[in-house]
Every structure is written in structure tokens, then in C-alpha cells.
């Protein structure tokens, strides 16, 4: 297993293709404490956010610089990571549905907890993710949230919980947007069959379950309007009315209502939603792995999350509770317990097949 | 010297100024470095090709190198790559299809393949359709407004791709002046956007100046006295078209057919924002699989078969019409 010549070798590759190396200054002195904390983060308003509540606040108390770099998705903040010499970032920002590659892809050191005195503000859920392998902790959640139903009310009349139905409704034909992944898909349209979503088994037969999700898949597509990408197609499907009811995120629906959009509204559907988080991870090799956790300690204090997550549009993954975060869309009082996580093993062995076929369905060719 | 004339006046300050600029021009030194570099112009001209021949291979052929040897490895759990060498990924490109145990989808690759070469071929189609008058009228026209014509033909160039798409969308998206007009029209507002129509004329949108261009720079070849003389034998202006300016405009036909073609083929913005749910196109494949799927040695073998495949198609075309004698004019 030549793994460590493998990382070396994409590097150099890497470095020579060009993807952006970030070249950050370190502290040429080796080993901890640099003057420099390199943070790659969440893009947006997410990063103004971050910046505001945790890394200015953090520069003036520790009195050391934090230089930010973003990204716009998952993906391309691994692929950017992982052809990057070791030690360009400090921080990263993997989400619940990347932490598994992560790890596996050794991008991240461990998190050595007790340096964050703070470690146990976080709810047991988050301290103890069943997304993340092995024994060590890799990520630091900072918030969470679902990936549930919006509704436009002006169009959709739902009983109230409503339910993933909703996007199976022929009533809607053409004005139904859902999220372009197929592992999503896959996880709700199980959630809607009242199959668990982490083993699709039907009578305990995964490949019987896979095919009932698959029909219900192709049946939905004949229904869709469009298939949206990104956050901000998401928000122009709904703002625009190119589609009344689909999936997406609390934290944007609830921008789009601040500024006027009331008809819009957010649910998790009776069915349940699949779960997700934005974490803080140390990067493999940072030259300033103890400021790395003491930023960590430091965005988990009640003062500091307690303004941030709501700013965000995100409840925070820690007990802090103010009315305000209780009043957030995605807020779930039993503390992260009634999150459903993906089973991140299961998603790897068949995710290739899934994109497959999903691609074959747009495709029509199912 | 000082820099001050005597006199204020401009014309003196001129004259001064032109002597002042020959002595610098004639002087000594600077005449000996002309001298020396006319005589190593070779040199020069090899170190100029150097350059450029140098930032080919580090940017291009290494990371094109890099992503051969990567489509022989093995992936691993959770996108990792193991340094063992296989065949697996290509068999995964050409042969594997998809199938459960009741019905069989075929091999994604190859649909989305053959689906993005009908999506080049029909740009390229109604791009020559499009491009042909106007890139012949620009060449055969003497009108003093021609550079004017030509800069209106390349200013599309000045605005990013991604803006001119984002435009387009707002062109045809429901409450767009296409919208408009057919509400106007009586057929009621609606939208044009996510589906395969909607590529193709955004593609066409964006690739007619380089159907206009080649089109426009073989027919301005054209001697006037060829066409004046095909007339002067008695032919009509249909005729002497048909018989002498189309034939003699192929090769920028040509060309402009393949550059069209290739940039239509590969094209992944257009699809990825104007077209629906089945208007995947080669291009977003890869970077799904690249990306979401975390499979570079795959996403690696499908990058190999589709430059294979295109550099098959060239090839083939090439010996149709010979492309060597369209390129290799010297004039």
C-alpha cells in the first residue's frame, strides 16, 4: 500500500497542473504556533459570517492573523485539498457528507480533544459522529441542519406535517425541483417508501429495495422540472417560481423570507430528512495543529456560536439555546438525536452504480 | 542636455526633439545590438519556439501525462487510488452496463457520448447554416464599415462565457422577451429554458464567430476577377457562386465546421445551465465522476476515450477532406 508515495506523487502532479495551490505563509519555525491560521471555509455569506463571529473575534483575543480562502462545494474543496502541499491550510470545512472521504483520503490529523476545554459544550451526537470512522475524532461540527421540503404556499396547500408525497404528486407535474446528487436522491426517495435509507432493504433484500427506489425515481422524473445544483439555483427556482414545491435548505429559505418571500415555507417532512453538518477539520500536516484547536475551543464558547449560527441560518451543534436559535427551521430540540446521518460505508461501495442509473433516468433511458 | 527648448514655441520643440531621437536611434551601441540581433534572429527564433514549446509540455502534455497514468490505477475505498495497475477502469468506459436484475440500461458513458456527438453535430449544422451569409457577405463586402462589422462579430468575446449564458437564460426563461413574444403572439408567456433546444441555441449563440470567421477569411481570398470572369463566360450570379465562391470558401467551411464541432462536444456550460434533467453531455460526466464520484482514475479513462475518440473523428475527416492542403497554404 503505497499510500504516502501515492499522496506525494498526486501533489507534485497536482502542484504542476495547477489547481490553485493557496500558498500560505507558516511559520517557518516548524511546529506549532504560527502567527497565521489559514482557514479555508464555506464561501458567502457563510464566510462573512464565520469571519465576523469567530476570526475576527479569535485575532483580537490571541492576537494572530487568520487568512481566509473559500469554496463553493464538497467536492471541489477535497479535490483543492488533496493536490495542495501539505501544511497550505490549517482549518478546512468538510460537511458531514465528505468527512468519511476526508479521513480516508488522510487530508485531516485527529482532533486531540482534550486540548478544547470546550469539546463538551457539543451536544453527544456531534461529539461522537457515527459518520466519522475510527476512534479518533477528525471533524468539529459547528452547526447542522436537514435537507428537508419547501413548499411555495401560494400553489401547494399541504396538511400539516406535510410528506414527501408531495413530490410524487402529478398535481405538480413540471413544477418540482429536486437536488442534483444521486446519493440524495436515493436516501429521500427511500424515506418516502418507508425503506431505512442506509440499507434499502426490502423483506432484507437490498437489491428488491434498490429497485422500488429506482422505479419511484424514474416515476418522480417524469415530474421534474429541473434538477438544481447549486445553493443559488435552488434559490432562483423558488424566488422565480419555476417551481413550487422541492427540496432544499432551511438557511436559504429562511433568507428568501427575510426578504419578503413569505409564501415560501420550510418543512421536515413526517418522513423524516436526511441530516447534515458543517465541521471545522484540522489539516493533514498544519503547521499550527494547537492554534488550529484553540480556534476550535474558542467557536464553541456560548457567547461566540450562540451569535453565529443564526446568522448562518443554522442551529449550532452545541446545548447553547437562545430563542433565536430555537426559532430556526431546522432546529431539533431533542439535540442532534433526531438527525438521520447516511451510513458514509454504504454510500462508497454503491454510490458509482446509483450515479449510473440516476444519470440513465434523466437520460430517460430507464 | 537640458530638456528645456529656448523658445516655447511647439514646432522648435519638435524639431529638437526628432534630433534627439535619431542620435538615440543611430547611436553606436544601440546600432551594434541591432545588428547582433539580425544576425541571431535564428536563435532568437529558437528561443522564442522554446518558449512556447516549453509551456506546452509543463501544461499541457504533463498533466495530460499524468491523467494516462492515472486511468491504469486501481481506486480505492472513498476516492483513494491504489498504485496497482489495471484495465478495470476502461472496461468500466466501454463495456460494463448497468443493470439490475430486471432490465439493462446499457453503458452510460457511450449514451452520453453519442448523445453529446448529436448535440455537436446539430450545433455545428445550424451554426454553418447561420454562419455562412454572414461570414461570405463579410468577405466579399468593400464597405469602409467592414472593420466595424468584424469588431461586432468578435465582441461576444469580450463578455465571460458563464455571463452570456447566464443572459441567454434570461432570454429565453419565462419571463424573457422570447416569453414575451410569444404571449404576444397569443400562445401564452412560457419558458424555453432545460431542455435540448435550449443548448443548442445558447451553444450556437456562442460558437457562430467561429463558424463567421474562418468562413469570412477564405472567402476575402477570393480574386475578384475569377467570379468577374465566371460571369463574363455567361454564368448567373447563382451559377458563378455555385460553380466558383463555394467551392472556393470549403476550406473555411471546413475549419470552421471542426472548430464548432470539437468546442460543441465538449462544451459543459451550456448543458449544465440551460439544459434539463436528460441533457447530460460528456463534459459534465467527467466532472461528476471527477468530483462527486471521487473516481479520478475513472474519471481519468473516460478523459482518454473521449480525446481518442475525437482524434479518431479528426482523423477520419481529415481524410475526407484532406485538411493538411486546407491549413498548409501559405498565402
Not at chain 1, 130 to 143: C, F, I, M, R
Not at chain 2, 238 to 263: N, Q
Not at chain 2, 266 to 294: C, K, V, Y
Request: charged share 20%.
Amino acid at each position: 500500500m503505497a499510500r504516502h508515495s501515492r499522496r506525494r506523487f498526486v501533489q507534485r502532479t497536482g502542484a504542476l497542473s495547477a489547481v490553485g495551490v493557496a500558498a500560505l505563509s507558516g511559520c517557518l519555525g516548524g511546529g506549532d504556533g504560527g502567527d497565521t491560521l489559514g482557514l479555508y471555509s464555506w464561501g458567502g455569506s457563510t464566510q462573512e459570517a464565520l469571519m465576523e463571529h469567530i476570526a475576527d473575534p479569535f485575532e483580537e483575543e490571541y492576537d494572530v492573523e487568520v487568512e481566509a480562502t473559500s469554496f463553493d462545494n464538497q467536492d471541489s474543496m477535497l479535490s483543492n485539498v488533496r493536490t495542495s502541499p501539505e501544511g497550505s491550510y490549517d482549518i478546512i470545512m468538510p460537511s458531514a457528507e465528505r468527512t468519511y472521504e476526508a479521513v480516508q483520503q488522510d487530508l485531516v490529523e485527529p482532533i486531540r480533544t482534550e486540548n478544547i476545554d470546550t469539546w463538551d459544550n457539543l451536544f453527544p451526537v456531534f461529539q461522537d459522529l457515527s459518520l466519522d470512522p475510527g476512534d479518533d475524532a477528525h471533524v468539529a461540527p459547528l452547526y447542522y441542519g436537514t435537507i428537508g421540503m419547501v413548499y411555495n404556499t401560494d400553489y401547494v396547500d399541504t396538511s400539516s406535517p406535510p410528506s414527501w408525497e408531495l413530490l410524487w404528486d402529478a398535481e405538480y407535474e413540471d413544477r418540482i425541483t429536486v437536488q442534483d446528487m444521486a446519493m440524495l436522491r436515493v436516501f429521500t426517495t427511500a424515506l418516502h417508501l418507508g425503506l431505512d435509507p442506509n440499507t434499502l432493504e426490502s423483506d432484507g433484500s437490498y437489491e428488491d429495495g434498490l429497485e422500488m427506489v429506482y422505479d419511484a425515481m424514474a416515476e418522480q422524473h417524469d415530474l421534474v422540472r429541473t434538477y438544481w445544483g447549486s445553493g443559488q439555483e435552488q434559490v432562483t427556482q423558488y424566488q422565480e417560481e419555476s417551481s413550487y414545491v422541492g427540496t432544499g435548505w432551511g438557511g436559504r429559505i429562511l433568507a428568501l423570507q427575510d426578504e419578503g418571500y413569505d409564501q415560501l415555507e420550510y418543512a421536515i417532512p413526517e418522513e423524516g430528512a436526511k441530516g447534515w453538518s458543517d465541521m471545522l477539520a484540522i489539516a493533514k500536516g498544519s503547521e499550527n495543529r494547537e492554534l488550529a484547536e484553540q480556534f476550535i475551543e474558542f467557536a464553541y464558547q456560548d457567547e461566540i456560536i450562540q451569535e453565529l449560527a443564526p446568522d448562518i441560518g443554522y442551529p449550532p451543534a452545541t446545548g447553547v439555546e437562545t430563542d433565536e436559535i430555537e426559532a430556526l427551521p431546522d432546529f431539533d430540540p431533542s439535540g442532534g438525536e433526531g438527525l438521520l446521518f447516511e451510513d458514509p460505508e454504504f454510500i462508497d461501495e454503491h454510490e458509482d452504480e446509483w450515479m449510473d442509473t440516476f444519470e440513465a433516468i434523466k437520460m430517460g433511458e430507464y | 542636455m537640458s530638456g528645456q527648448p529656448e523658445t516655447g514655441s511647439g514646432r522648435e520643440y519638435a524639431d529638437q526633439w526628432l534630433a534627439v531621437r535619431s542620435r538615440i536611434l543611430n547611436a553606436p551601441v544601440l546600432m551594434n545590438g541591432v545588428q547582433w540581433f539580425k544576425a541571431r534572429k535564428r536563435v532568437l527564433a529558437t528561443a522564442q519556439a522554446g518558449i512556447g514549446l516549453f509551456w506546452m509540455v509543463v501544461f499541457l502534455l504533463a498533466p495530460l501525462l499524468y491523467i494516462l497514468t492515472l486511468s491504469f490505477w486501481e481506486s480505492g475505498t472513498a476516492g483513494t487510488i491504489v498504485q496497482e495497475f489495471t484495465l478495470e477502469n476502461y472496461y468500466a468506459v466501454l463495456v460494463e452496463s448497468v443493470s439490475l436484475s430486471s432490465f439493462d440500461v446499457g453503458n452510460i458513458f457511450l449514451l452520453v457520448l453519442w448523445q453529446s456527438l448529436k448535440f455537436g453535430l446539430s450545433v455545428t449544422a445550424v451554426t454553418l447554416v447561420l454562419g455562412y451569409v454572414p461570414g461570405y457577405f463579410l468577405g466579399r463586402s468593400e464597405s469602409r464599415w467592414l472593420p466595424v462589422l468584424l469588431l461586432l462579430v468578435v465582441l461576444p468575446f469580450w463578455v465571460p462565457l458563464i455571463v452570456r449564458y447566464y443572459a441567454w437564460m434570461l432570454v429565453l426563461g419565462e419571463n424573457g422577451v422570447i416569453s414575451w413574444l410569444s404571449e404576444l403572439v397569443g400562445f401564452g408567456s412560457q419558458s424555453f429554458l432545460y431542455n435540448e433546444i435550449a443548448v443548442v441555441s445558447g451553444l450556437v449563440q456562442v460558437l457562430l464567430p467561429f463558424m463567421i470567421l474562418p468562413i469570412y477569411n477564405s472567402v476575402a481570398k477570393i480574386e475578384d476577377s475569377l467570379i468577374e470572369s465566371a460571369k463574363t463566360m455567361g454564368a448567373n450570379p447563382v451559377r458563378a457562386f455555385y460553380e466558383v465562391s463555394l467551392p472556393l470558401s470549403l476550406p473555411g467551411v471546413v475549419a470552421g465546421c471542426i472548430l464548432v464541432f470539437i468546442l460543441a462536444v465538449g462544451s459543459f456550460l451550456a448543458p449544465a445551465l440551460l439544459g434539463g434533467p436528460g441533457d447530460q453531455m460528456i463534459a459534465n460526466l467527467i466532472e461528476r465522476t471527477f468530483l462527486r464520484g471521487q473516481n479520478w482514475p475513472l474519471a481519468s479513462a473516460m478523459s482518454i476515450v473521449y480525446l481518442a475518440v475525437l482524434f479518431v473523428m479528426i482523423t477520419a475527416f481529415n481524410r475526407f477532406v484532406s485538411l493538411d492542403e486546407l491549413f498548409g497554404e501559405g498565402n
